[in-house]
């Protein structure tokens, strides 16, 4: 999806909602357990219930993973099942020298057909780059994350090193393409890091479950073309654990939906 | 794995071989792709062939991640045929917050058996803490990587990140639990490394095709208990195109492993 495609979905929905599918075997709701796929299952509810309400979708794949080769297959389905008018994002955190790298771009751009994957940038430029040489597919570089653990080195040196990532990464790749995560949970920080990247989209977690405030966030985030990609994962999809998972989840996302709409 | 059982290993065999499976459908002997598995056949032809030259082996998640749940069928497979004799290391530099990175876990650590994975450190202590929590398992944290973007970040800051990261994460595990990613394309860096980290093993990929060499990594890198997994991949698994491609990697394990009897 080109970066116009992506301005206009959001336009159009008044929504920079992304739902994060971390369809996780042992929450999903039981009645789903019986059926021959249960994550495809749940996820089929959840796209149909909330895809009116977001613009992208976010499968976290370490739930996928752990499942093995089933997990995959289940993985597949969902990327074939999301509307291409949404902006899909494989949170695979991946990133390994360029001849690994190059494979993990295979995987996730062409094995499936995501828009875009979350990549570590600890180890560089040639761990990055291979993802960037794919039209109209984007990477989203961890910068300031959401968690407790990125106080122990994403602040590090006089420049905290996610400044020193942001920097840098900008001669690797282009508004067009490249996207940065920023934590829901250090609302003040939008200010100096949209200093450095007034143009980039960021993905942002952390709004939900973690603490973080659609609100705080945009207050400081947006930009003339919004700028934000907001995920919010178990605080939508896990709304409910019974029979009426997907009308909670509806509800759980419309909600978050609202609060967007004021930007518009 | 406990770390006696590895350093018995490493002494009864005079090795501390480490065959990266990188095992890419691309560059495998032509004649193998009629099999029903042919990743399958390729690695277990190279186990056969190296076994009694190294101690470890280390499958490279990217390349069986990008033929989809298939690639995850011939991964436990592989896992399942390597001796218990010797050390399994994913590859995978996974890393995400803490209920992400506890999936990750189970899947490297339950659905397959690995002894270790190696995992990046950008997030911080609940990215890494999760795989710490499995007895006889290991963290394997990327320290100073062998590739060109390791001059990216790792140096960032007065105190290079890398020396930050190993400092940092010796309260998170112990040397029974936790080893460094080390290149072998940085020999000087191990004297300082050493008495940052002196008791921990490292692994030590970038001998061969990356341009490290044994002897170089040796010469500063070892201690009481050899404390190196030094690996080779490329250099080892693609030594021959031919029919007799198990042979050929056979003979190139040998000659490593005939540089690390001198240890002895």
Redesign the interface.
Known sequence: MTRKQLVEQIHLKESFLCVGL?S?INRIPKHLLSTADPIFEFNKAIIDATKDHCIAYKP?I??Y??????G??SL?KTIDYIPNTHFTIA?A?????????R??A??FF???AFDSITV?????????SPFLEYDDKWVIL?AL??????????H???EP?FE??IK?SQDWGSPSNLMYVIGATHPESFVRIRELAPDHFYLVPGVGA?GGSVSAVCNYGTNKDIGLLINSSRGIIFSSEGQDFAEAAAESAKQLHFQMKEQF
Chains 1, 2 share one sequence.
Not at 65 to 70: H, I, Q, R, V
């Open positions: 971390d996780d976290n370490a739930f993973e752990s499942l093995g080769s089933k995959w297959d597949g949170d955190k991946r990133g390994d020298i360029g001849n690994t790298s494979q993990y295979k995987t062409e094995t499936f570590a940038p600890y180890m560089g430029i040639d761990s990055v961890l994350t959401s968690n407790k653990g990125s106080n122990d080195f994403q590090h040196g006089n090193l020193t990532v840098r973690q």
